[in-house]
């Protein structure tokens, strides 16, 4: 079922002769964990602005085509365009990628309580929602902290926890771990697979770190120039290292080796019917090394 | 001078006060400057206020704020000396120009204009760096009913304080390396050269405040029906501090009149 439908988009910033997206149409099933990626200025923030609704509820511009989210009700999906800002948050959670703008609070709690009051949730039942969304986040330590004395990283979950207590069907994630170190980056990529695993929340993340985010998805979309240039399961789109080259997005190393093994000639070409599936983490790739051995 | 003026959590009794009472506090030190016209009781105000930063354990960002405060100041209160035309004329740097002539009057005056000046912009220092921006949203958004967007802006307003009087400073003294009278032209003329390096550093607060309206109204923020996790209701000793301060406000009122 999808869970959001991208029509035909093209948008505009204002004072800008180029569009920043060009008809781009694209489907998101829900369930599903998706990575937009494309070199810098591709379009990969104005595309999850078009979703998450800042375009337009915040930032003008010249909008054509249609955003649709599926809410799962009888009145079935709606244009994100036509539904306010603080109404969607109940099915969208938005995640920025600078972790100072986003919180607005000075204790972690009340940060995650923010959302709750905001959406009428009766106080009794805070506390419990508030406990799960920390622990959904692996940050039930931090609950009585200053927002201001976290690390990167962890203001960064306390971000995703805090949309996480309105119990959205999706998340959206605008480069959420460019401003963290590699453990940063390392426990909020865990935590969005786990949310995505075992709670089945859609996630949809812009990133350049394609390596790390790999064996995670569902599905890889690379941008050029406001346009989708290839998109697919991670094993197939790297399947066409031309294209990464091209756009100046790197193609992940262990994919590298599968690529340098076929013209090598120790592979056979990965497209054919007996090759092996292209590595996605190193442990894959030590195996496919060693069978080959 | 730093560029914006933040929340400082150090949790003291003076963070624990609601958000209305400390902006009820910056009101009535505003009233109550406004009132004083003489040096000492301003003078006594503001040490009051230093006190009150010790007390919330800001004191290092006000005070550094404070010595930048000092050099407005100096220009405020000169300017005021040499223009005041009431008073008995102590000299006249050039006897050619009577209007020039500093008078008793004129020094008391530029003084106390100086003071208040410092007075009104260190009790909202003391307010931004003692209260979280979103519980003055929300305070002003739930009691005193001001829509949530004019509340960002006053928000914003705030935190450009002292950007705006580093500029202002830092304009007085260019205009002084270039032998200019900072007096030159009208009021009207010397904003128009404080306006073009102003506007980017207005910009970047009006950024900021869009982002955070974004961050509030992106979880829910203005829908109708808010519930609170914690009652933020103003307790018996903010009840307290706000009468204290009211009834100071009139006994400013009634000394004066
Ligand atoms: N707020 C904005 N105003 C004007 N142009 C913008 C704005 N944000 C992005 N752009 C332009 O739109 C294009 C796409 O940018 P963006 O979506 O931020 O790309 P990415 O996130 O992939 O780096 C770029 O050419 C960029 O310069
Ligand atoms: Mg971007």
């Known amino acids: ?293 | 001078m730093s560029v914006s003026i933040e929340y400082i959590p150090t949790g003291s009794p003076v963070h624990r006060l609601h958000a209305l009472t400390k902006l009820i506090f910056a009101l009535a030190v505003l009233t109550i400057s406004m009132l004083l016209s003489q040096p000492l009781p301003l003078l006594l105000l503001f040490f009051s206020l230093l006190g009150i930063a010790a007390l919330a354990s800001v004191s290092q960002e006000i005070l550094s704020a404070v010595k930048g405060l000092l050099k407005v100041a100096f220009f405020l209160a000169l300017l005021q000396v040499f223009f005041y035309p009431e008073g008995t004329v102590l000299f006249a740097p050039i006897p050619s120009l009577p209007g020039l002539s500093v008078t008793d009057q004129g020094i008391i005056f530029g003084i106390s204009m100086a003071l208040r000046m410092m007075v009104i912009v260190t009790s909202f220092l003391l307010f931004l760096t003692t209260t979280p921006a979103r519980s003055t949203v929300l305070s002003l958004v739930e009691y005193l009913k001001v829509p949530y967007d004019y509340a960002f802006l006053f928000i914003t307003a705030l935190r450009f304080i002292p950007t705006f009087l580093e500029e202002v400073r830092l304009i007085g003294q260019a205009q002084e390396a270039r032998a200019h009278d900072f007096s030159g032209g009208g009021p009207l003329a010397r904003l128009k050269t404080i306006f073009p390096l102003a506007l980017p550093l207005v910009m970047i607060s009006l950024q900021r405040a869009e982002r955070m309206a974004m961050a509030m109204e992106t979880r829910g923020f203005g829908l109708p029906g808010r519930t609170y996790y914690r009652t933020e209701k103003p307790g018996a000793v903010d009840i307290m501090v706000i009468v204290a301060l009211l009834s100071a406000v009139a006994a400013a009122v009634l000394l004066r009149f």
């Open chain 1, 1 to 293: 079922m999808p869970s959001i439908t991208i029509e035909n988009l093209t948008f505009s910033y204002p004072d800008c002769s180029s569009p920043a997206l060009y008809e781009v149409n694209l489907t998101i099933e829900a369930g599903e964990f998706i990575v937009i990626t494309g070199a810098t200025g591709a379009g990969k923030s104005t595309l999850l602005r078009c979703i998450n609704g800042v375009i337009p509820h915040f930032q003008p511009g010249t909008l054509q085509g249609n955003v649709w989210l599926d809410r799962a009700t009888p009145s079935g999906r709606v244009p994100v365009a036509r539904v306010s800002a603080p109404q969607l948050a109940r099915f969208i959670g938005s995640v920025f990628d600078d972790p100072e703008g986003q919180i607005v609070s000075p204790i972690v709690e009340e940060e995650i309580a923010f959302g709750l009051e905001n959406t009428g949730v009766d106080p009794a039942q805070m506390d419990d929602r508030i406990a799960k969304a920390l622990a959904d986040c692996g940050i039930s330590h931090l609950r009585h902290r200053a927002t201001s004395s976290l690390s990167g990283g962890q203001k960064q979950r306390v971000a995703i926890a805090a949309v996480l207590a309105l119990a959205p069907k999706i998340l959206v994630l605008d480069e959420p771990t460019s401003e963290l170190d590699p453990d940063g980056t390392e426990a909020v990529l865990k935590v969005l697979f786990e949310l995505n695993k075992n709670h089945g929340i859609t996630i949809i993340i812009a990133e350049q770190k394609v390596t790390l985010l790999a064996p995670l998805c569902d599905r890889l979309v690379l941008l050029e120039k406001g346009r989708i240039a290839l998109q697919g399961p991670p094993r197939k789109v790297f399947m066409h290292p031309y294209i990464f080259a091209k756009l100046g997005v790197e193609l992940p190393a262990p994919a590298r080796l599968a690529h340098a093994l076929v013209q090598a000639g120790v592979l056979p070409p990965l497209d054919s019917p007996d090759a092996p599936p292209i590595p996605l983490t190193v442990e894959e790739a030590f195996t496919l090394s060693r069978q080959l051995l």
